[in-house]
Nanobody, 124 residues
Framework: QVQLVESGGGLVQAGGSLRLSCLDS????????MGWFRRAPGKEREFVAT????????YYADSVKGRFTISRDNIKNTVYLQMNSLIPDDTAVYYC?????????????????WGQGTQVNVSS
């Protein structure tokens, strides 16, 4: 069973960096895709980044491209989201998700498993 736990959120000033971690304490096969989504106050949940666990293919939302990097450590069962050059619009609850498909996925409904989320606040 896949069980996802996010960590690494917090408060940071604009221009700063944070690294989010998503630990899968259950069992995730190589044929999975992992994604990060976020929900800002008063807004819909939106796609941020995704990676396939086997080939390591990645894809990013335009709003974070060039600033965020998704990576995975298959030995540690952990996926990371390195966030640089943070701006106030990045303030949101960030969620990790897993999908049993070895492909790049950007739609939330294609993910079967979700973590509880971690809060990121970026001050101006």
């Amino acid at each position: 069973q896949v069980q996802l736990v996010e960590s690494g959120g917090g408060l940071v000033q604009a221009g700063g960096s944070l690294r989010l971690s998503c630990l899968d304490s259950g069992r995730t096969f190589d044929g999975y895709a992992m994604g990060w989504f976020r929900r800002a106050p008063g807004k819909e949940r939106e796609f941020v980044a995704t990676i396939t666990l086997s080939a390591g293919h990645t894809y990013y939302a335009d709003s974070v491209k060039g600033r965020f990097t998704i990576s995975r450590d298959n030995i540690k069962n952990t996926v990371y989201l390195q966030m640089n050059s943070l701006i106030p619009d990045d303030t949101a609850v960030y969620y990790c998700a897993a999908a049993p498909w070895p492909r790049v996925l950007t739609v939330a409904s294609t993910y079967n498993y979700w973590g509880q989320g971690t809060q990121v606040n970026v001050s101006s």
